[in-house]
T-cell receptor, first 112, second 117 residues
């Protein structure tokens, strides 16, 4: 049981490049979400999903796209990276009937 | 909408002393409350949560928290800290929605607990 797995752990991008941050969970959780963590800001919700085929925006969705084609996977796409997207990104998941998310170990992204 | 305020960005404490990390929240609806811990270069780990019932909640690693509805607070306490408790601590809320709820968590900005020998 791997829990929530995020790849890569580290990434450096040039401004304007695109990339996908991967998130997979093997706990059959219906709900998945993406957060970014910035110094002194805590964690802020980017996008979330309540099940396959259903996604919605969180507090800071601009510049990010998501899709949920399977229960297990919830990738986060940056179409044109900007320095303001330099951050640590966390994926989290939970069962529908349970409160409290399980977090992945994070992806540290630097945009230069 | 919800908001969470962690009143101290940094708390230095001597080893074996007690500690309290303060958290206040604001919400127009009922909420669930959580404390998460983040050790250096790691993800977030759930310490404890309040869903309903007894207002005193016990979590892992000897931590406990008390929900005070009138003061909209959920302060975290430990009677005797250890060097290994050095970490960032986050208070978070999510709205109570029937069926478990889909909304994400709203986090405070975190409190860095520094244990001094």
């Amino acid at each position: 049981n791997a829990g929530v797995t995020q790849t890569p752990k580290f990434q450096v991008l040039k401004t304007g490049q695109s990339m996908t941050l991967q998130c997979a969970q093997d706990m059959n959780h219906e709900y998945m979400s993406w957060y970014r963590q910035d110094p002194g800001m805590g964690l802020r919700l980017i996008h979330y999903s309540v099940g396959a085929g259903i996604t919605d925006q969180g507090e800071v969705p601009n510049g990010y796209n998501v899709s949920r084609s399977t229960t297990e996977d919830f990738p986060l796409r940056l179409l044109s990276a900007a320095p303001s997207q330099t951050s640590v990104y966390f994926c989290a998941s939970k069962h529908r009937e349970v409160s409290g998310y399980t977090f992945g170990s994070g992806t540290r992204l630097t945009v230069v | 909408a919800q908001s969470v305020t962690q009143l101290d960005s940094q708390v230095p404490v001597f080893e074996e002393a007690p500690v309290e990390l303060r958290c206040n929240y604001s919400s127009s609806v009922s909420v669930y409350l959580f404390w998460y811990v983040q050790y250096p270069n790691q993800g977030l780990q759930l310490l404890l949560k309040y869903l309903s019932g007894s207002t005193l909640v016990k979590g892992i690693n000897g931590f406990e928290a008390e929900f005070n509805k009138s003061q909209t607070s959920f302060h975290l306490r430990k009677p005797s800290v250890h060097i290994s408790d050095t970490a960032e601590y986050f208070c978070a809320v999510s709205p109570v929605i029937s069926g478990g709820g889909a909304d994400g968590l709203t986090f405070g900005k975190g409190t860095h607990l520094i244990i001094q020998p």
